[in-house]
């Protein structure tokens, strides 16, 4: 399994689709870390990554929030969900350092968690940002015809 982003993962939407890239690159670097046996690197890594997907899923909540959208409770769940699974890993990580559970759950839960979640509940969430847009275009340029048109 290659951890890294691709284009068929892109929502559309420029400041999420970014978060996204720099997520996987991030777990990219903390797997290739793992497989070198850079055990250092690990738990800086994984703080990164802590940090920034919790500024990346306050992104997601706070357009969710501007466009009401309907499947909010439902993705916010899924957002609380990897929270509480990751403070645990780091929590494992902490205690009793990389044990081989640990290690193959960063290996293969982290990306496959993220690439789902992310063609499912972020695929949903940026075709009705994407509708929303193209209809308040649509509402605007009603709203004000162009000169050569009086
Ligand atoms: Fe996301
Ligand atoms: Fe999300």
Do not use: C
């Amino acid at each position: 399994m290659t951890i890294q982003w691709t284009p068929d993962l892109a929502m559309g939407i420029a400041s999420i689709d970014r978060q996204h890239q720099r997520m996987i690159q991030e777990i990219a670097t903390l797997v290739r870390a793992l497989n070198e046996g850079r055990t250092l690197a690990v738990g800086p890594a994984l703080d990164f990554l802590d940090q920034y997907v919790l500024e990346h899923f306050s992104n997601e909540e706070m357009h969710m929030k501007r466009v009401l959208y309907p499947g909010i409770a439902v993705h916010r769940a899924a957002h609380a969900a990897f929270v509480e699974e990751f403070s645990f890993l780091k929590r494992s990580h902490r205690e009793k350092g990389l044990s081989p559970a640990l290690v193959l759950n960063l290996r293969t839960w982290l990306f496959g968690w993220l690439v789902n979640h992310i063609r499912e509940m972020d695929m949903s969430l940026g075709r009705f940002l994407l509708q929303g847009k193209a209809q308040r275009s649509r509402l605007q340029a009603a709203a004000s015809p162009s000169p050569g048109a009086r």
